[in-house]
């Protein structure tokens, strides 16, 4: 059994890590830490993991993750890189569920996160945990960062065709749309019922966090940079992401062909049909990627213009199931152990 450690599992992506854990026939939850809950039970705070999960909540520290083989820090941005440290150090291995690792320029990160890196050794050695690109490392990675859930759902949906060079690398453009939970599990007015429900808009249209971190996965795939538009907007659903992909086709290929072929040995990517609109309801709760691609129609005659539609649930691809995922892969486990879950409809 892999005896699990969890820093900070009192927000969305916590509670859904303990979700996917307590069902996993090989994982052993040992410790899940949080200052501000010490002393009380998980199941007090989330009754649906009652009989499934008995911890409580304990100080945050090394010590108490002691033993563990691997520990998710599901914490905000700027606590694994200042923790991180101690705990490779006690023996176990770490996948870090925040931003702290992702991007491998510190002086980038640092300019985006605004503030000081405190472990710039920890990004030299840290594997971003894209299963779909980097598995063969991720498997004897001691530090995994896991992705975002826009970077997830926009790589996931431009890769066959960045790693092809059949379109304009200078010109992408990834309109994507997030349920609420994306934002996290916080106390803020712009995130409150009536201010979301019943509406939809867009934000930090002039710079996002995950900009850098999509270009960096998108430019190792193309051994150049890229140029990349991207546009989030917030949607009054709880959960999931619907990402619209533009590109401009420079070479024509089967591109239904190309897709097919590059994640037909993915579990956990699915290629729809040609002309197919995937929803955000067809991956909730499922550790799992749809893509779909469209042609559309132009005045001048065949359009040179190729859409992709990528839909994942936030929560589970886009971050606690591609952590269970990756830590699969790294102890040596089939990819899908504890993850096999059909999406929950309605």
């Known amino acids: 059994m892999i005896k699990v450690g969890i820093v900070g599992g009192t927000g969305y992506t916590g509670v859904e890590l303990l979700r996917l854990l307590a069902q996993h026939p090989q994982a052993e939850l040992r410790a899940i830490t949080s200052r501000k809950e010490a002393g009380s039970a998980v199941s007090a705070m989330f009754p649906g993991l009652r009989r499934h999960v008995d911890l409580k909540f304990t ?48 002086a980038e990160w640092e300019r985006w996160y605004k503030t000081k890196h405190a472990a710039p050794e920890l990004v030299r050695e840290a594997v971003y945990g894209l299963c779909e690109v980097n598995r063969e490392r991720i498997r004897g990675a001691r530090l995994v960062a896991n992705p975002g859930c826009y970077p997830t759902a926009v790589q996931l949906g431009f890769l066959p065709l960045v790693e092809a060079g059949v379109v304009d690398l200078d010109h992408l453009i990834a309109d ?4 609420v939970s994306g934002a996290g599990r916080k106390a803020e007015l712009q995130l409150s019922f009536a201010e979301v429900s019943d509406n939809f808009s867009a934000y930090n249209v002039s710079g996002h966090r ?4 999509i ?6 795939a ?64 499922a550790n799992m990627c749809r893509l779909a691609l469209h042609r559309p129609p132009q005045a001048s005659g065949k359009s040179d213009m190729l859409v992709v539609l990528s839909v994942i649930d936030n929560l589970v691809k886009g971050a606690a199931g591609q952590a269970v995922q990756n830590m699969n892969l790294m102890f040596g486990l089939a990819e899908t152990t504890g993850l096999e879950q059909p999406a929950v409809v309605p």
């Open 59 to 106: 100080e945050p520290g090394a010590e108490r993750l002691r033993g563990c083989d691997v520990v998710f820090f599901a914490t905000p941005n700027g606590v694994a890189m200042g923790e991180a440290r101690a705990v490779l150090d006690g023996g176990a291995r770490v996948i870090d569920l925040s931003a702290d690792f992702r991007i491998r320029d510190v």
């Open 222 to 285: 193309a051994r150049r940079e890229v140029g990349l538009v991207f546009v989030p907007h917030l949607t009054p659903i709880v959960r999931g992401i619907h990402a619209t992909l533009y590109a401009r086709i420079t070479r024509e290929l089967d591109f239904q062909a190309l897709y097919q072929e590059r994640y037909a040995r993915e579990p956990f990517v699915d290629v729809l049909p040609a002309g197919s609109h995937p929803d955000t309801r067809s991956v909730r709760a």
């Open 210 to 213: 995950h900009w850098p971190e």
């Open 176 to 179: 994507a749309k997030s349920g």
């Open 215 to 220: 270009r960096q996965g998108l430019a190792q």
